[in-house]
Structure formats: C-alpha cells, structure tokens
C-alpha cells in the first residue's frame, strides 16, 4: 500500500471547530496547567478578544459539540476527570506531524492567513524554528505532502511578502484572498516580536482567569 493511499481524509472543519482545535494545540502549549482543556475553559480560549481573526462568541452549547465534532473526525480526544469533561487534540498523531508542524497549523486556525515573518513571531511560545527559512520549509513539507494541509497566498498589490493558509477548511480561493488585504489586527511581522508575546501574555492570562473561575465554581458547588 502507498504512502499516499495510507495518508487520512483531509477533514473539512466548520470555523468554529477549527478555532477549537487551534486553541486545544495553543493551550497545550502555553497553559499546560490548565490542559487538557474543560468546555468552559475552551469558550474562553475561542472567544479570546486577542490573537484571533475573526474574533468570535461561542456559547457554551456550540463549543461542547464542536469538541464533539472533533473527537468524531479523530482530531481530539475527551479525557474524564472526577470534576469536568477535558478534551486535547490528536491531530500530531492523526496526520503524523512533528511539534513545529502542528505548532504552524495552530496559528493558521487561529489567525488566518499569514506571513512567514508574523509566524515566526507567534510561534515562540508554541515550537523553536531555527529562522524564517527553517519556519519556510515546515510549510513547504506541509505543502507537498498528500493530502496538503497548507497552501501557499501569492503576495498581492501592495503586500511585501506570500501568506500562508490551512485547508482544514476546505479549498481556499487563493486568488481571492491574494486580493485582500491583510487585516490590521495581524500586525506582527519580524520587526513586532514584542507585539506578539505582549498578545500572547494576555491571552495565557485569560486562559489562567478561566481556569481559576471554574476551580472556585467547582469549590462553591462541593461546599453547597
């Protein structure tokens, strides 16, 4: 059997599953404390007001069966605590990819479209690149493999450098997204490291508010 006949399905994410599985693999990361993830702490974690486009406002109902969705397509995995449900993702296991790959993916879910430069920017608190063209090759390898997880957004008018974007959501029209310009709130590039640890330092501390409201509801709810 060929490598390409034993790769697994691309999975088409709807964008809420998709923010949920790039903030399972963020947290991973950066909250390991607080991780694997509850239903609440993962509402916190999607509707971040930092270091998401499209920000977004998950109820509690859609972020428990996007988390469902997810452990069906094989993606996540629901873990059982003696308080909460928790979930953390598979998806190094489910396409057999190492840390820097999945790391690159995450902030693809999370962000968007994005430059090489603002990637290596975010990506310091989730994997170690040796430099840009380190960053590059990983998303070449996820280019080239079968099925491509990535594609490549030629630079369009006025744009200095190719973004890069998953396809966890189905085909991308490139030449659309070439079109559009990059949103403001992407901001960091190489020269923007600060502004990028600065939103990843917010979003680490909401994740650790979340973390400690449940664990006193929890306490609340054992003293009544």
């Known amino acids: 059997m060929s490598e390409a006949s034993q790769a697994p399905s691309l999975p088409v994410l709807e964008p809420a599953q998709a923010r949920l599985l790039g903030c399972l693999i963020e947290k991973e990361a950066t909250t390991p404390d607080v991780y ?11 509707n971040q007001k930092t270091a998401r486009e499209p920000v977004m406002a998950l109820d509690a109902g859609q972020v428990q069966h996007g988390l469902r969705a997810l452990e069906q397509l094989g993606l996540a995995r629901q873990q059982f605590s003696s308080r909460a449900e928790r979930y953390e993702h598979t ?52 280019i080239g493999r079968e099925p491509s997880l990535v594609v490549l957004i030629p630079r369009g008018p006025g744009q200095r450098e190719d973004r890069y974007m998953h396809l966890l959501c189905g085909p991308v029209d490139v030449a659309a997204v070439a079109a559009r310009a990059p949103s403001a709130s992407s901001g960091a590039s190489a020269s923007g490291m600060g502004a990028a640890e600065f939103e990843q330092r917010i979003a680490e501390l909401e994740a650790r508010v979340a973390a400690l409201e449940e664990a006193l509801a929890a306490r609340d709810h054992t003293a009544g």
């Open 91 to 142: 998806l190094s296991r489910h396409f057999s990819l190492p840390n820097q790959q999945v790391a690159l993916l995450a902030l693809l879910l999370l962000r968007g479209a994005q430059t090489p430069h603002e990637l290596l920017a975010r990506a310091e608190r989730l994997a170690k690149f040796a430099d840009v063209e380190d960053l590059k090759h990983h998303l070449d390898r996820m």
């Open 36 to 46: 694997p993830l509850t239903v609440n702490a993962a509402q916190s974690a999607a």
